[in-house]
């Protein structure tokens, strides 16, 4: 059984930056995909990032250019580094895992078993 921890959330000044971690255990990393999804008070969980087992990237439109997702195979860790923040970008930020999603599926929350309890970012002066 996977488990996954977030950490690195808090409030930052509008342009600021934050990194998040994700930390993975019980499982095979090296297999996993690991994506980042968000939700906003009253708003649908959104996708943010993805890293495959392939280490292939992908991004939201709404995030590409400003934040990047990366992964150390040696600490069972996926990060989200997040700069130019700005007031949409607040929300509670959620990693998920699963060995077992393809491609064009990786963008939608449900297709993934394993989750994070969440962090909280809060972009505002």
């Known amino acids: 059984q996977v488990q996954l921890a977030e950490s690195g959330g808090g409030l930052v000044q509008p342009g600021g930056s934050l990194r998040l971690s994700c930390a993975a255990s019980g499982g095979s990393f090296s297999r996993l995909t690991i994506a980042w999804f968000r939700q906003a008070p009253g708003k649908e969980r959104e996708f943010v990032a993805a890293?495959?087992?392939?280490?292939?990237?992908h991004y939201a439109d709404s995030v590409k250019g400003r934040f990047t997702i990366s992964r150390d195979s040696a600490k069972n860790t996926v990060y989200l580094q997040m700069n130019s923040l700005q007031p949409d970008d607040t929300a509670v930020y959620y990693c998920a895992g699963d060995t077992g999603v393809i491609l064009s599926s990786l963008r939608d929350h449900v297709h993934y078993d394993y989750w994070g309890q969440g962090t909280q970012v809060t972009v505002s002066l």
């Open positions: 890293t495959r087992w392939t280490k292939t990237t």
